[in-house]
């Protein structure tokens, strides 16, 4: 068995990104051009819906979609503390108060009745996340929605491709929903980000407040609201085209390598694994996150791992507790499932080709971690 040091992540980048890199590279166009575009259709096209906008980041793409709800000063958006600060940045970003609620144990996203229970008069939507790929309770959120009419805004950013419990893809139940395609994701433009608006009208002012405030007829030094430099460069859409195209097996890939992780951490005692699916749901790996049991010191495990080549990660960690939180009163303690969760999970090394020798030595370092 090799002794190399794992990646921790690894991106699935070959000659198709390579060619149309350098096709718009030699095109001269580097921005706005048509590469820009046809990513956009085919991820469309990929995911099954009318129209989707890229953006130059999740966090940027997750800035629209809280301007395009009109949330803002005054308002409360129900989020969950056990996600990337990103989640909850963006209502910052709008002067919009994040109101947090626990996890469910098992799916680890925002429990509906902890969503439902932390509505007031203020409430003017939910945010939920779909955590490690796994789909939130869509079904059960459309049914608060719609019952003390809120707007949803759906962080996809982990789960591109995931289904939820009716056999529905993320981000197409017709909601606005945001994907996110950092280096580490399952598929990535390096830097990007995904829109998908809910209407022609919608999608209009987007791509508007993307591109400085510019219709799209406008000349550049025109603009006729406040928008922002989010634009996605040609040279990112032409390594997400490429990635579009082969995402069906990226997928599979992952799968297969979660799979292989099954099997070979399955029998360590006190170890958790990410929960199965349920009903229709399949999730989209992006990470492998284990739970370590109560007792075991995770910063010793990580060293230990750390020590024969074996990176490993304490994540995610809960974010109500950051300072940006504090004057909304959040503190330690609050949101005892997503923190008594939190404090025990690790990401191991994930990625599509992980191989079985690959995962026996990571289970392997990790049974020898935790007996020492
Ligand atoms: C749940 C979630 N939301 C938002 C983001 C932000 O995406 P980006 O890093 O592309 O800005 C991330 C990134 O990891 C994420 O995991």
Redesign the pocket.
């Known amino acids: 068995m090799s002794s190399e040091p794992l990646p921790l992540a690894k991106p699935v980048i070959g000659e198709e990104e390579e060619r149309l890199v350098l096709e718009v590279l030699r095109s001269g166009h580097l921005s706005l051009g048509p590469m820009g575009r046809r990513f956009e259709e085919e991820f469309a096209d990929w995911l099954g819906v009318d129209d989707a906008i890229s953006t130059n980041?999740?966090?940027?793409a997750?800035h629209l979609g809280v301007r395009a709800q009109g949330w803002g000063p005054g308002d409360e958006v129900v989020v969950t503390p056990f996600?990337?600060v990103?989640?909850a940045n963006c209502l910052l970003y709008e002067g919009v108060k994040p109101v947090f609620a626990d996890i469910d144990p098992v799916t680890l996203n925002l429990d509906p009745a902890a969503a439902e229970a932390a509505v007031g008069e203020n409430t003017a939507g939910i945010l939920p996340?779909d955590?490690f790929g796994y789909s939130a309770a869509w079904p059960e959120f459309e049914r608060i929605a719609a019952a003390r009419g809120l707007g949803l805004l759906e962080?996809s950013?982990?789960a591109i491709g995931a289904i939820d419990e009716e056999g529905r893809k993320a981000g197409t139940r017709g909601h606005l929903a945001i994907f996110?395609?950092?280096a580490n994701?399952q598929m990535t433009t390096g830097?990007?980000?995904m829109i998908i608006p809910r209407n022609p009208a919608e999608a209009e002012r987007i791509r508007s407040e993307r591109n400085q405030g510019r219709a799209v007829d406008m000349n550049w030094l025109d603009h006729d609201r406040i928008g922002f430099n989010y634009r996605l460069s040609d040279i990112a859409a032409a390594v997400g085209v490429a990635q579009v195209a082969k995402l069906d097996w990226i997928l599979a890939d992952r799968a297969a390598a979660a799979g292989l992780y099954a099997e070979h951490l399955g029998g360590i005692e006190g170890v958790e694994l990410p929960s199965a699916d349920q009903g229709q749901a399949r999730r989209s790996w992006f990470v492998y996150p284990v739970r370590l049991p109560e007792e075991a010191d995770r910063d010793e495990v990580i060293g230990k791992l750390a020590e024969v080549g074996v990176p490993a990660k304490a994540y995610l960690p809960v974010i109500h507790t950051l300072p940006q939180f504090a004057e909304f009163g959040y503190r330690e303690g609050m949101f005892p499932v997503a923190e008594g969760i939190a404090a025990r999970s690790m990401a191991l090394p994930f990625y599509g080709d992980l191989s079985d020798d690959d995962a026996a030595r990571v289970a392997s370092a990790l049974k020898t971690a935790l007996k020492s």
């Open positions: 980041s999740g966090t940027t997750l996600t990337f990103a989640s996340v955590i962080d950013a982990q996110a395609f950092y994701k830097e990007g980000g």
